[in-house]
């Protein structure tokens, strides 16, 4: 394992004097992080792709989130929240997804102290230092990073940090449709027929579905909030039908509810046994995929059951098998990562999905979450890597810490407290999608 140094001595730099932090999203995790620098007075800016705060939760704003308010918002942005006079969501609500950007995080990316800071339409291409590939090592962490950005404007740029946060989350990037984690063979002349995970299928994508055989592919909860929405479209729209893939014998993390303290968890999978049950829902398990293809009517989904070839043909196919991390954009950062997860290596055993549950996850900080390249930190669902263990408040911790790391208190950084609320076996088995914060 490669050694890090923990000490505070490896911050300071004059060559880094006055330059920002640099954070990459403005998700929650993103923003959370803004509210935390701001607390402490360190100058940042916030690179988001999208034309608006945390553009990726927009997309499935129709999802309502596990987690109840009381477990969505950082503590330092409450703070700076509630001294504007906003008025804080009933804590035992669980939110869908476009309020917790209309209640929470549209509010506080507007509040000036950061919206000045945050420059939308620019994706971050690539993380590197100023002048130096990987290989260079000789005074590497006085260096400045050099960040490669993509405007909407189609101009391209590189401005330049004192550190970097990189909270860009996974959702741009979802798991292949094969079994084997490559994309399956013939996937390129069927791709019209394949949503990603969470389609709004009873609202803007209502007629991409109506009246279709849909298969829906991932063993999660991300599988399952589609299932239960197209099962309402099949009572509404005659010829609608629903079959679910799924490679393992089981649906382990959708049936197990025992001890979920989060009532949302819980009754999706109920909901989901109910319709199985009813027969509005069938079921094909123990499939693995590994190619598709064009039919007269739709598509092909090939692979083996059982160890025996089979098809199961489909008009339409949504892929809820889950995300995983952009590492491209950081290939000439150094990480350490482990070989299975992809978290950083400290962190993972605390994430495992073997073993761990959304609200089993020890409490963790920038110690977990360094790497050595110093002052490059992954947070939020990006730092799970491949486990779809995380929950929102387990993020905003990570920031904390980061950010008092930042600020060379040492001691508020290593203090690290989080309290999660149980939530039996949301991941066991094939982790095949993320959970909903």
């Not at 909860?221 to 299932?227: D, G, I, K, M, Q």
Request: overall charge negative; some cysteine; proline content about 6%.
């Amino acid at each position: 394992m490669t050694l890090i140094d923990l000490s505070p001595t490896v911050l300071r730099s004059p060559r880094l004097d006055g330059l920002p932090v640099a954070i990459i999203g403005s998700g929650p995790i993103g923003l959370a992080a803004a509210a935390n620098l701001v607390e402490r007075g360190i100058d940042f800016v916030v690179y988001e792709a999208g034309g608006a705060a945390a553009s990726s939760l927009a997309a499935w704003g129709h999802i309502r989130l596990f987690s109840p308010w009381r477990h969505l918002i950082d503590p330092a942005a409450r703070r700076l929240l509630g001294a504007t006079g906003w008025t804080e969501p009933d804590p035992d609500v669980a939110p869908y997804a476009a309020q917790l950007i209309d209640l929470y995080l549209a509010p506080l990316a507007a509040l000036p102290e950061i919206r000045s800071r945050i420059r939308f339409g620019s994706r971050v291409q690539a993380v590197t230092r100023q002048g130096m590939d990987r290989t260079r090592s000789a005074g590497r962490s006085s260096v400045p990073f050099a960040l490669r950005l993509q405007h909407d404007s189609g101009e391209a740029s590189e401005v330049l940090a004192r550190a970097v946060i990189d909270a860009s989350g996974t959702y741009s990037t979802p798991k292949p449709l094969g079994s084997n984690g490559l994309a399956p063979l013939g996937l390129v002349d069927v791709a019209d027929w394949i949503s990603s995970a969470l389609p709004d299928v009873l609202g803007r994508d209502r007629a991409r579905f109506a009246g279709r055989h849909t298969v829906v592919v991932g063993a999660g909860h991300s599988a399952a909030n589609t299932l239960i929405a197209l099962a309402k479209l099949a009572r509404e729209e005659d010829g609608t039908t629903i079959t679910w893939l799924i490679r393992n014998d089981t649906a382990a993390r959708v049936s197990a509810t025992v001890g979920d303290e989060l009532p949302g968890r819980a009754s999706l999978a109920d909901r989901v046994r109910r319709l199985i049950d009813a027969g509005a829902i069938g079921v094909v398990d123990g499939f693995e995929i590994d190619r598709v293809a064009r039919t007269p009517r739709g598509v092909a989904i090939g692979g083996s059951r059982h160890g025996t070839t089979a098809t199961v043909e489909a008009d339409e196919i949504v892929a809820a098998t889950g995300f995983r991390p952009d590492l491209g954009m950081l290939s000439e950062i150094r990480l350490d990562l482990d070989d299975i997860v992809e978290a950083p290596r400290r962190l993972a055993p605390l994430i495992d999905p073997n073993v761990h549950s959304c609200g089993t996850v020890e409490p963790h900080g920038f110690a977990e979450l360094q790497h050595p390249e110093p002052n490059f930190f992954i947070a939020g669902m990006k730092s799970y890597g491949r486990a779809p263990t995380f929950l929102l408040a387990t993020g905003y911790e990570q920031v904390r810490s980061i950010v008092a790391w930042l600020d060379g208190d040492f001691a508020g950084a290593s203090a690290v407290k989080l309290v999660l609320p149980a939530t039996g076996v949301c991941s066991t088995g094939d982790a095949s999608s993320q959970s909903c914060c």
